[in-house]
């Protein structure tokens, strides 16, 4: 299957600093990408759903101006969350979609984000 | 909101064959059940999918009735490694949907 990477694995920040995570996919062109939040013990919740080249579409709670999303290319989608508190501190995770047979789902292996 | 019920939790001998049940009363004609497993910390990875007709890969087995109201996936064989959370969810394929994940369920294989 196609292969989605994140960057990085893990980042530890301190509380009011911003930090930026990558997701790539790596041999298709990912039309959308989905970000996803996961705290400990619990599913994962859609944040948000980017298209190449227009404006995330954020879930309803998610705060459009903190957790910052830019699918600026085919193959690259960033997600910024901007002055970090303790409680962003969660595992997110990407996934990537892109057409025809590459409307399945392919999902990052996840960041680790620790915010002190 | 997830449109699928699974049971929390479950154990499974290893070797044995697993079972992971799956309810999805509501899910509409065009739509698809795919089954997702999470290991610790962990993306998630996908084990099969399909829309009416039973399916089998190199993984695991999906069973799904003629109503489609529900689904079981088979692990033939067990192993410890096995041991994640299993999600059922159902989606439609091609438009770009995303993918809503429940609670799953936590399967743990014993030796």
């Known amino acids: 299957g196609a292969v989605v990477s994140q960057h990085p694995s893990w980042v530890i920040c301190k509380s009011g600093t911003s930090v930026k995570i990558e997701c790539r996919s790596l041999?298709?062109?990912?039309?959308?990408m989905f970000w996803y939040r996961q705290f400990p013990k619990q599913s994962l919740m859609l944040m948000a759903t980017?298209?190449?080249?227009?404006?995330?579409?954020?879930e309803q709670g998610v705060e459009k101006d903190k957790f910052l999303i830019n699918h600026a290319s085919l193959t690259l989608s960033t997600l910024t969350v901007t002055s970090a508190h303790p409680e962003d501190s969660s595992f997110y995770i990407c996934?990537?979609?892109?057409?025809?047979?590459?409307?399945?789902?392919?999902f990052g292996p996840g960041t680790r984000l620790t915010v002190t | 909101d997830a449109k699928t019920t699974q049971p929390t939790s479950m154990d499974c001998a290893e070797g044995r064959a697993a079972n992971l049940p799956c309810n999805h009363s509501?899910?509409?004609?065009?739509?698809?059940v795919y089954w997702y497993r999470q290991i610790h910390s962990q993306g998630p990875q996908y084990i099969i999918h399909?829309?009416?007709n039973n399916e089998t890969n190199e993984m695991a087995s999906l069973i799904i009735t003629e109503d489609r109201k529900s689904s079981t996936l088979i692990l033939p064989h067990a192993t410890l490694r096995d041991t994640a959370v299993y999600y059922c969810?159902?989606?439609?394929?091609?438009?770009?949907?995303?993918?809503?994940f429940g609670a799953g369920t936590r399967l743990t294989v014993k030796p």
């Open positions: 399909g829309l009416k």
């Open positions: 509501t899910i509409s004609g065009n739509e698809y």
């Open positions: 969810i159902v989606r439609y394929l091609y438009n770009n949907n995303d993918m809503r």
């Open positions: 041999d298709f062109q990912a039309t959308t």
């Open positions: 980017s298209n190449e080249g227009s404006k995330a579409t954020y």
């Open positions: 996934s990537a979609s892109g057409t025809g047979e590459s409307y399945e789902q392919y």
